[in-house]
């Protein structure tokens, strides 16, 4: 079976080359990268791809907040009476794959495609605000991966060391409890981790934001909707890492994992 990754670009998305790349040393046939107001038009059917992955960047220069102008974009665009966003929704029913990094992650929050908490694609529950620190954050983090998780991405990997990049990765849910619910109900396959213990944690700079819960990134109950603030674009050889040869790192990056594990479910689907 072939495997297809449909990767969208413009309005200030500036990672879709290195997030192409990645996917194609991760296994996929064809990726290729549609600007969104193709999307937005009906030129590009999403149904011809098995994977959505929409990358970091900084979309709409992030005013009105990161996302937020692209997610209202994506929920008023209408071909034919149907809006992108119910298209996306058609498209994760149908059993298609979204991923979505950083900026991409912010996206999916603002449109409520994650969580998605009772199935619901398009209610927002949480949002990604700024950085406890108050400025940008550049810099890499360990992620402990939840095992019990069923997202696609994350199964087998134990934990992570990517690097991230963003002003507001933030996570706070709409209720105080939030957080901890989906904690409780695995929707939070990573979190932010010390790199000494591997446990989760609030204290800053392992967490860099201050995000509830230390969470990283979340899923849908389905485990085939997936974002997350650190960058597995960033990370695919050990040459990527500013102290690669100072530090014992495997010839492969670590991010890579995210999209072989997508390439493989995709296959053996």
């Not at 485990?223 to 040869?245: D, K």
Request: glycine residues 12%.
């Amino acid at each position: 079976m072939r495997i297809k990754a449909l990767v969208p670009t413009g309005h200030g998305i500036n990672c879709e080359n290195e997030t192409r790349h990645a996917l194609e040393v991760a296994g996929f046939d064809t990726v290729d990268l549609v600007h969104l107001n193709l999307l937005a038009g009906g030129n590009v059917d999403p149904f011809n791809y098995q994977l959505i992955v929409f990358p970091g960047g900084f979309l709409d220069g992030d005013d009105l907040g990161a996302a937020q102008a692209c997610a209202n974009r994506i929920r008023h665009s209408r071909v034919n009476e149907e809006r992108l966003i119910d298209r996306l929704v058609r498209f994760v029913h149908g059993g298609g794959l979204v991923l979505g990094i950083c900026n991409g992650f912010q996206l999916l929050t603002k449109l409520g495609m994650l969580p998605a908490m009772d199935g619901d694609y398009t209610r927002r529950e949480i949002t990604l605000t700024g950085n406890d620190s108050g400025r940008f954050e550049s810099r890499w983090v360990t992620l402990a991966v939840d095992r019990a998780s069923n997202c696609i991405f994350t199964k087998g990997v134990e934990r992570l060391y990517l690097p991230v990049r963003h002003g507001e990765g933030k996570i706070v849910g709409r209720t105080g409890d939030l957080a901890g619910l989906l904690v409780e109900r695995h929707l939070a396959p990573v979190r932010y981790a010390s790199r000494d213990t591997d446990e989760p944690t609030m204290d800053y700079p392992f967490n860099p934001n201050g995000s509830e819960q230390a969470i990283a990134g979340l899923t849908d109950s389905t485990g085939r909707v997936f974002g997350l603030m650190p960058h597995p674009e960033s990370f695919n050889h050990r040459t990527n890492h500013p102290r690669w040869t100072r530090e014992d790192l495997r010839e492969e990056g670590e991010g890579l994992a995210i999209f072989r594990n997508a390439a493989r479910f995709l296959r053996e689907a």
